[in-house]
């Protein structure tokens, strides 16, 4: 079975770009979940979405950051305009339901110069 | 609101020493402690846990016991090997869904 997947590995943009991060998750998983490292810091927490439905967005740090998960399956993270503080890597995890285990993918790392 | 602090890094070993990172927490309620691993070029994995006092996850020969009256959940390993080179994060996850991390800790292992 394939694991959580998200494109690209690396991404480096301008200050002022935009960049879209694509995650996979499991096939069947209706729990998604973004979050992020920022700094070589703490992992934290950005949104959680159930199918298609935003459930929980209280981690996102403002509103340049755009999650979508349309149809349920893959999700975007767009980042528009991108600041240097954006730098870090975004994870994305999946899971079955909401109090299950969450699949972590292997991360995107956002470079903003 | 709920907190994980974690042994900074980065930690170099030699093959078969003792690793032990340390783990302590700040949270409301009984919340579920977790270790993650992050291999080089690998994603999150989730490397042991435990959902109440007492209990001890152990995987892979990493064992880390629920402390309530301590608030912590250490991490240890009696001996070591080059594999187990990676990034280690703490984590907790009150009654809900979302976890949160620790800063992580390198760990890096010498032949």
């Known amino acids: 079975e394939a694991g959580v997947t998200q494109f690209p590995s690396h991404s480096v943009i301008e200050k002022g770009q935009t960049v879209t991060l694509r995650c996979d998750p499991i096939s069947g998983h209706d729990n998604l979940y973004w979050y992020r490292r920022v700094m070589g810091k703490e992992i934290k927490f950005l949104l959680h979405?159930?199918?298609?439905?935003?459930?929980?967005e209280s981690g996102m740090p403002n509103n340049r950051f755009l999650a979508e998960r349309t149809g349920g399956t893959y999700s975007t993270l767009k980042v528009q305009p991108a600041e240097l503080e954006d730098s870090g890597v975004y994870f994305c995890a999946s899971s079955q339901d909401s109090t299950g285990k969450q699949f972590f993918g292997p991360g995107t790392r956002l470079t903003v110069l | 609101g709920d907190s994980v602090t974690q042994m900074e890094g980065p930690v170099t070993l030699s093959e078969e020493a003792f690793l032990t990172i340390n783990c302590t927490y700040t949270?409301?309620?009984?919340?579920?402690l977790f270790w993650y691993v992050q291999y080089p070029g690998e994603g999150l994995q989730l490397l042991l846990k435990?959902?109440?006092?007492?209990d001890k996850g152990s995987n892979k020969g990493f064992e880390a016991t629920y402390r309530k009256e301590t608030t912590s959940f250490h991490l240890e390993k009696g001996s070591v090997q080059v594999s187990d080179s990676a990034v280690y994060f703490c984590a907790l996850r009150p009654n809900d869904y979302k976890l949160s991390f620790g800063a992580g800790t390198t760990v890096t292992v010498r032949a």
């Open positions: 435990a959902t109440k006092a007492d």
């Open positions: 979405f159930v199918k298609e439905s935003k459930q929980d």
């Open positions: 949270a409301t309620g009984y919340p579920s």
